[in-house]
């Protein structure tokens, strides 16, 4: 059961335009999602969170939206950078009940070219 | 100033034989979690240990699978004679107050390897 999807494996962006990553989940509990950019044979870092109590948050050139009712959240990425491309995991957590527990998805292969 | 240190970085064992997979968090965190990427899918929970406690193994297989985190030295996941699905990645995390407080910091993974 995936509570979390990311349903491009793919996407493909032009040095300088925005990057726009999509994740949808079903939970409706969870209420605490992050990003996490992963280079190969790294492990993933931590990008940018939002609290369910907000439906933005920026930092530099990344932007996290939530939309509650749709469940949905996406990443923006302006201007995007060569230096971006990696796999990018959305995840999600119910802070109240599971410990922390965070919720992934299968991951956006961003490829940002010159 | 050292961030999640796990080792080996790659392992590999024969069918039927154990592997021992070591996690050592940041410095001053004191819960750590261990996830398990299969093959083209996303970071799956497995445990959630503090020091010398299990907090949550819900995600862990029942049988073959342990984990500790002892008072002294690093956390241990152990699988015990493994079997070829046990092939992947297993990343360690470690955050300071508990993930539902403060985002996890990943260490670079053990890649396990059963033929």
């Known amino acids: 059961d995936q509570q979390v999807k990311q349903n491009s494996p793919s996407l493909s962006v032009q040095e300088g335009r925005i990057s726009i990553l999509n994740c949808d989940y079903t939970n409706s509990m969870f209420d605490y999602f992050l990003w996490y950019k992963k280079y190969p044979a790294e492990g993933p870092t931590f990008l940018i969170s939002?609290?369910?109590?907000?439906d933005k948050n920026e930092d530099g050139r990344f932007t996290v939206f939530l939309n509650k009712s749709a469940k949905h959240l996406s990443l923006h990425i302006v201007p995007s950078q060569p230096g971006d491309s990696a796999v990018y995991f959305c995840?999600?957590?119910?802070?109240?009940?599971?410990?922390?527990?965070?919720?992934f998805g299968r991951g956006t292969q961003l490829t940002v070219w010159p | 100033n050292a961030g999640v240190m796990q080792n080996p970085r790659h392992l590999v064992r024969r069918r039927g034989q154990e592997a021992r997979l070591r996690c050592s968090p940041m410095?001053?965190?004191?819960?750590v979690y261990w996830y398990r990427q299969l093959p083209e899918e996303g970071l799956k929970f497995m445990v959630y240990l503090q020091k010398e406690n299990i907090i949550d193994e819900s995600g862990m297989p029942k049988e073959r699978f342990s984990a500790e985190f002892p008072k002294e030295g690093p956390s241990i996941l152990r699988i015990q004679q493994v079997v070829r699905g046990d092939s992947a990645a297993y990343f360690c995390?470690?955050?300071?107050?508990?993930?539902?407080?403060?985002?996890?910091?990943f260490g670079n993974g053990t890649r396990l390897t059963v033929t």
């Open positions: 939002i609290s369910s109590i907000k």
């Open positions: 995390a470690s955050s300071r107050q508990g993930a539902n407080n403060s985002p996890l910091h």
């Open positions: 410095k001053g965190h004191s819960h």
């Open positions: 995840a999600a957590t119910d802070r109240g009940s599971t410990l922390g527990r965070l919720y």
